[in-house]
């Protein structure tokens, strides 16, 4: 992989309602696609990940992603937020290419309004 | 069920000192690194390990040394402190292979005055 772009710095939105982060990568080869979660003063952990098979993958939380190979992207959703859902996601890439180092976005910070 | 564990979880340091930040593990993975992280800017890869006595340099590796003469250890060593290097630090470990879950320490927030 030789880049990830996360679209958007900030997301605010209202609990309860819908959200979509969105994470775009640029590979020319297969890929693993990880997206991890990084709660306020903590170390990051892992909210999903993507190796093969099934292109929508659901992980903790209630969050799920898609792969989309075509348009290159791996957005992550979740159908009714939480106010503990308050955090930064960051989308993560690897591949044969970076020998399976991960390639991180600059990370989207998930704001909760009551 | 200790996992990924960092110390000091805060230091402040003066320009030109020296110190480590320790890492351990206790999975016994072979893969373990070391990222800073600064508003903005996401992780950024230090240096990593893929085995004892193996080490190499990520992203951004000047003005820090590693070595892992265990599996289980990895500390981070600042030669010369500087402003610059006033971040969160975070270990991380992991099995070696594409695909793997990384593990990660709770962070070491060091200033620099």
């Known amino acids: 992989a030789q880049s990830v772009t996360q679209l958007d710095s900030q997301v605010p939105v209202f609990e309860e309602a819908p959200v979509e982060l969105r994470c775009n990568y640029s590979s020319s080869v297969s890929v693993y696609l990880f997206w991890y979660v990084q709660y306020p003063n903590q170390g990051l952990q892992l909210l999903l990940k993507y190796l093969s098979g099934s292109t929508l993958v659901k992980g903790i939380n209630g969050f799920e992603a898609e792969f989309n190979k075509s348009q290159t992207s791996f957005h992550l959703r979740k159908p009714s937020v939480h106010i503990s859902d308050t955090a930064e996601y960051f989308c993560?890439?690897?591949?044969?290419?970076?020998?399976?180092?991960?390639?991180w976005g600059a990370g989207t910070k998930l704001i909760i309004k009551p | 069920n200790a996992g990924v564990t960092q110390t000091p979880k805060f230091q402040v340091l003066k320009t030109g000192q020296s110190m480590t930040l320790q890492c351990a593990q206790d999975?016994?993975?072979?893969?373990m690194s070391w990222y800073r992280q600064d508003p903005g800017m996401g992780l950024r890869l230090i240096h990593y390990?893929?085995?004892?006595?193996?080490?190499d340099q990520g992203e951004v590796p000047n003005g820090y040394n590693v070595s892992r003469s265990t599996t289980e250890d990895f500390p981070l060593r600042l030669l010369s402190a500087a402003p610059s290097q006033t971040s969160v630090y975070f270990c991380?470990?992991?099995?070696?292979?594409?695909?793997?879950?990384?593990?990660f320490g709770e962070g070491s927030w060091l200033t620099v005055v």
């Open positions: 991380a470990s992991s099995p070696t292979g594409g695909g793997n879950t990384i593990y």
């Open positions: 390990s893929v085995g004892a006595g193996i080490t």
């Open positions: 999975m016994n993975h072979e893969y």
């Open positions: 993560a890439v690897s591949d044969s290419d970076s020998n399976y180092q991960l390639i």
